[in-house]
């Protein structure tokens, strides 16, 4: 069964910087998402990597100012968050599938993805 962990949430200062991690266990590859969620609000897709190319879709509103990439020797995702506003607060997950999924799909549709990280919560200082 996949389990993913996430880490690296905390509080950070307005326009300062936070990197946070998913750890699939095993090498288990098949692409994968990062998602927001504030508080009331709806889960809300940030960034996706597909498995084939690794080709990473954003949200328009961290474009520029979030980076996803993977490490491939340890098989970890990383979310490098910059200049870090307000509505960048919540709790992040990373999600995935069990099968390699299409990204323009996971990002309109987080039903789509079944395997949910615990979440790791930010917040930010004013």
């Known amino acids: 069964q996949v389990q993913l962990v996430e880490s690296g949430g905390g509080a950070v200062n307005l326009g300062g910087s936070l990197k946070l991690s998913c750890a699939p266990p095993g090498g288990h590859h098949t692409g994968m998402a990062w998602f927001r969620q504030a508080p009331g609000k709806e889960r809300q897709a940030v960034a996706c990597?597909?498995?084939?190319?690794?080709?990473?879709f954003y949200t328009e509103s961290v474009k520029g100012r979030f980076t996803m990439s993977r490490n491939d020797a340890d098989n970890t995702y990383y979310l490098q968050r910059e200049n870090v506003k307000d509505e960048d607060a919540g709790v992040y997950y990373c999600?995935?599938?069990?099968?390699?999924?299409?990204?323009?799909?996971?990002?309109?549709?987080?039903?789509?993805?079944?395997?949910w990280g615990q979440g790791t919560q930010v917040t930010q200082r004013t």
């Open positions: 990597m597909d498995y084939g190319d690794g080709e990473i």
């Open positions: 999600a995935t599938e069990r099968v390699p999924f299409p990204c323009q799909i996971a990002i309109n549709s987080p039903q789509y993805l079944d395997v």
